[in-house]
T-cell receptor, first 114, second 113 residues
Framework: DAGVIQSPRHEVTEMGQEVTLRCKPI?????LFWYRQTMMRGLELLIY????????DSGMPEDRFSAKMPNASFSTLKIQPSEPRDSAVYFC????????????FGSGTRLTVV | GENVEQHPSTLSVQEGDSAVIKCTYS??????FPWYKQELGKRPQLIID?????GEKKDQRIAVTLNKTAKHFSLHITETQPEDSAVYFC????????????FGQGTELSVKP
């Protein structure tokens, strides 16, 4: 199994541009989580899905952020328009079963907005 | 709402000494309390976890304790080695909310040789 796959690994964009981050969860995992990591705020949960349905998006910082999970094998996190303060590492994780061992993180996308 | 507080934010120890990181949580509905280690530029990696009905768990040089009444849990690393240097995160899982996983703020551990 290739694990949770995130793309791109690195993204540099100009302020005001639209940014789309992608995540492919592990096959068979029924939950998917998006996190943002910064020095100041640590690992923040942005949104998570169970069986492709958004359960809690209270961590999404602003209306500029949106996330979708059109099917069990794909999710996107979109920022439109992007701002320099959105610069961070964005992690996707998927989960199957109970216990902490069921959570698997992707390698993350490092986003830089200039 | 759910909240996990972690301290200290930084910790420096000499090689061979012990390191202790402490966390508190606000919502008693949490079921599992995992700990993650994150090395620079890498993803968080699970190192140990403890269930809400267990008071202590040990795995070689790492141990976790849980005081459910006080809503405290701690990570203990004994005989620290330079390769233990990393950022450590405590976390809590809420199965009554579909498996929501939230993290503490992180502790940067530095083990000096």
């Amino acid at each position: 199994d290739a694990g949770v796959i995130q793309s791109p690994r690195h993204e540099v964009t100009e302020m005001g541009q639209e940014v789309t981050l992608r995540c492919k969860p592990i096959s068979g995992h029924n939950s998917l989580f998006w996190y943002r990591q910064t020095m100041m705020r640590g690992l923040e949960l942005l949104i998570y899905f169970n069986n492709n349905v958004p359960i809690d998006d209270s961590g999404m910082p602003e209306d500029r952020f949106s996330a979708k999970m059109p099917n069990a094998s794909f999710s996107t996190l979109k920022i439109q328009p992007s701002e320099p303060r959105d610069s961070a590492v964005y992690f996707c994780a998927s989960r199957s079963g109970t216990g902490a061992q069921g959570y698997t993180f992707g390698s993350g996308t490092r986003l830089t907005v200039v | 709402g759910e909240n996990v507080e972690q301290h200290p934010s930084t910790l420096s120890v000499q090689e061979g000494d012990s390191a202790v990181i402490k966390c508190t949580y606000s919502d008693s509905a949490s079921n599992y309390f995992p700990w993650y280690k994150q090395e620079l530029g890498k993803r968080p990696q699970l190192i140990i976890d403890i269930r809400s009905n267990v008071g202590e768990k040990k795995d070689q040089r790492i141990a976790v304790t849980l005081n459910k009444t006080a809503k405290h849990f701690s990570l203990h690393i004994t005989e620290t080695q330079p390769e233990d240097s990393a950022v450590y995160f405590c976390a809590a899982i809420f199965y009554n909310q579909g498996g929501k996983l939230i993290f503490g703020q992180g502790t940067e551990l530095s083990v000096k040789p």
